[in-house]
Every structure is written in C-alpha cells, then in structure tokens.
C-alpha cells in the first residue's frame, strides 16, 4: 500500500500562495490517480482537485477552480497543489490522496496522507 506524506502548508495571508508537495513511496507510483482534499474544523473532508496517472486530466471543486493547480512528476514520485489567491475559507488540513482505480471520481480514494495544515489570514 502506498504511502503520503505532505509537506509545505503554513500561514500565508489572504491573497497569497502556496505550493503543497506530497511525496509517495512504493514502486507504481505511476499507476495511482492523485488527489487533494481538506477538512476544516466542524466540517467534512471535501474533495480539492484530481489527476489521473498521466497527469492528462484533472478535476476540480468548484470552489478552488481558476485558483488552485494540480500536477504531478511521476519520476519523483510527488504530487504537487498551488494554490494562489488564497482565502480565509480555505484554511483546513489539506491531505494527499491516492486511489489504484484510475477514476477521478471522489469515493475512489482510499489512501491518505496525514495533512498538512493551511491557514489563511484575513
């Protein structure tokens, strides 16, 4: 079973960016679909964004379209989320996401990493 751990989170204010890393280990990194999601206090885990394995599409929430960028580098064996024009409603634990389905669809996922947290100040 894969394994994710997330780093780059942290403090930015409103209308700043950040670039979250999300590294796997295993040998079929490759084969896995990617995905971003988050949780805020009192809130469900909600879906960010998605990329299939060759990194030729991606899916996004509504929310984060037009702001956030998914990508990958199979080589290395990351995932990567930027994330610009930060908001205040975006602070939550961001955690890493894998599924061996090759779906982006939400319910696929069934590996996480422990989050990272994101805090964005007004």
């Known amino acids: 079973q894969v394994q994710l751990v997330e780093s780059g989170g942290g403090l930015v204010q409103a209308g700043g960016s950040l670039r979250l890393s999300c590294s796997a280990s295993g040998p079929t990194f490759r084969s896995y679909t990617m995905g971003w999601f988050r949780q805020a206090p009192g809130k469900e885990r909600e879906f960010v964004a998605g990329?299939?394995?060759?990194?030729?599409?991606?899916r996004y929430a509504d929310a984060v379209k037009g702001r956030f960028t998914i990508s990958r580098d199979n080589a290395k064996k990351s995932v990567y989320l930027r994330m610009n024009s930060l908001k205040p409603e975006d602070t939550a634990v961001y955690s890493c996401?894998?599924?061996?389905?090759?779906?982006?669809?939400?319910?696929?996922?069934?590996?996480w990493g422990q989050g990272t947290q994101v805090t964005v100040s007004s």
């Open positions: 990329i299939s394995w060759s990194g030729s599409n991606t």
């Open positions: 996401a894998a599924n061996t389905q090759y779906t982006l669809e939400t319910g696929a996922f069934s590996s």
